[in-house]
């Protein structure tokens, strides 16, 4: 089964002897991609967002880059490419962004 809109639909078996199962189930709206720049410098900040409000922002790899639960601010800590995840609160959905932080000039 694929989710194509979110919502409650019921998935109904039978067999050819006329018996049904039947089960509802629960498709979750996935967030949107997440927008904004996908590097940033050591030391500074750039803007991720998601279309979809409600879900937490957080980070693979806090050593490299850390990421504002709340806001979407991420801040360059250390050279590398942390990924930066944005989980729906409500069923867990995620999307996700490689972001990479690069040493000052």
């Given at each position: 089964m694929s989710g194509v809109?979110?919502?409650n639909p019921t998935i109904t078996y039978t067999l050819g002897t006329g018996c049904t199962?039947?089960?509802?189930?629960?498709?979750?709206?996935?967030?949107?991609?997440?927008?904004?720049?996908?590097v940033v410098c050591i030391?500074?900040?750039?803007?991720?967002?998601?279309?979809i409000p409600g879900g937490l922002w957080s980070s693979s790899n806090p050593a490299?880059?850390?990421v504002n639960a709340g806001t979407g601010v991420v801040t360059?800590?250390?050279?590398?490419n942390p990924i930066?995840?944005?989980v729906m609160v409500t069923g867990g959905c995620t999307a996700t962004m490689t972001v990479s932080v690069n040493p000052n000039p």
């Open positions: 809109a979110a919502g199962a039947s089960t509802t189930v629960i498709v979750n709206q996935s967030p949107a991609a997440i927008t904004g720049s996908p030391g500074t900040n750039t803007l991720l967002s998601n279309s490299l880059g850390t360059g800590i250390a050279t590398g930066i995840s944005y």
